[in-house]
């Protein structure tokens, strides 16, 4: 019997551990810039603090966490940063959904408007120039 629960209770303390384990969501982070129009500076910063409810439900939706953006002033001019992360598996296809979203359309097209594209994002359509990631410390 002593031997028997030698063997079996490292094996049952294993499995009891191995339940606990938690694992997480792939994570990929993307991040990019894009210009902000110096007249529409307050529209812009008033509707992100006033995110319509639709709009942060969809952004979660999509796979979407720690969505940020930022404002900064370089040389006279002001830019925006993006950063978010994505646990989901598909990132085109959840952008695409988000994309036909009517209410999602709608605030696009208030914020559209306010934001100036980088050359490169202009030249292919786009308002958000990528940027690529150089560190990130887990």
Known sequence: MKKLLNCTLPL?????????????PHITRY???TGLKPEKIERY???HSH????INKMIKDC???NYSIY???IDGKTYLFSYLEYTGTNFDTDMKLMAADPETQRWWKETDPCQQPLP???AK???WSDAKEVFHLQ
């Open 12 to 24: 049952l303390a294993l499995i009891v551990l191995s339940g606990c384990a938690t694992t997480q």
């Open 45 to 47: 910063e008033y509707l």
């Open 71 to 73: 404002e900064r002033e």
């Open 125 to 127: 359509g786009k308002i």
């Open 63 to 65: 796979h979407i966490q």
């Open 31 to 33: 991040a990019w810039v």
């Open 51 to 54: 995110p319509w409810p639709a």
């Open 120 to 122: 490169d994002a202009a």
